[in-house]
């Protein structure tokens, strides 16, 4: 770190997918993806704290959910940040937790990626974009999205990230949004495993790119692009997901989607929408233990 800089702090924000297109499997074991995914306003906070030189790497979070060792991604990217670097200091990583686990918010992936920003913020030499970028893509599909300061479309497994243009993202930004999600959470290989079982449910890429083009090019609301081919194997185990979607649309005219591969789901509210009622009906079909934020895109 800079000379005299003993800590930093950075926010780790949470993500959406708006819209998810899984388009086949890959021969590296991974799928294609044609997305567009929004940071929000709602996150973490990830603190690095430097200790002696030549030490090593810990992670504190209160959430018990989140390991402290070597398998959290945090302290994956300090160990993948110091071999590109050359540092050699230890570090003690704070993650205050809000994102919940096994969400699909891309809380892990967040962290790991405040930590990169971090490190390179306050590091007497900093590394360039590009070799962030290919940090951030060793450590996993969903970190190379929140280098981007924006809503952004990705493909590949993750690691190509276009952000989308002003006139686009400017739909997006400052709009209100609620997320809820059942007491558990996803594990995203056993949806993926669903998923590649039944070839049926991809989508065909070239429909995926023609959707999305038709949505960027035209001036259809939000709820327009809203679609996520993983919310077929979730909800072909999991009844309860639909059955709360279509109450919520019956009810309010909310078009609610699924965030990556779970259990995460959000509604897009307008600007003074009362939310009181839709509250009511998700702690009654999922209990007083869900989680339930209101919050904002970035």
Known sequence: MKKGVQSVCVFSPAKVNLFLAVTGK?????????????????????????????????CLCEDSLVPNGKENLAVKAVIAWRERSGDDQGYRIFIRKRIPVGGGLGGGSSNAVAVLKGLNFSATESLPMESLQELASSLGSDCPLFLAEGPSVIEGRGE????????????????????????????TKEIYSRMSSRPEWFTDKSQALEHLSL????????????????????????????????????????????SGSGSCCFAVLGEEEDVKEGKKAILAAWGEHCFLRETTFL
């Open 26 to 58: 890959r021969l590296d074991g991974f799928h294609d993806l044609v997305s567009v995914v929004a940071p929000l306003v709602f996150g973490d906070v990830v603190t690095i704290v430097r200790t002696e030189r030549n030490g090593s790497t810990e």
């Open 160 to 187: 190509l990230v276009e952000p989308l243009p002003e006139n686009t993202a400017c739909r997006m930004r400052g709009r209100r949004l609620l997320l809820f999600a059942p007491s558990f959470g996803m594990e």
């Open 215 to 258: 949505w960027r090019q035209g001036d259809e609301s939000l709820d327009g692009l809203i679609a996520n081919d993983l919310e077929t194997p979730v909800f072909s185990k999991w009844p309860g997901f639909p059955v709360l979607f279509e109450e919520l649309r019956e009810r309010l005219g909310w078009v609610c989607g699924m």
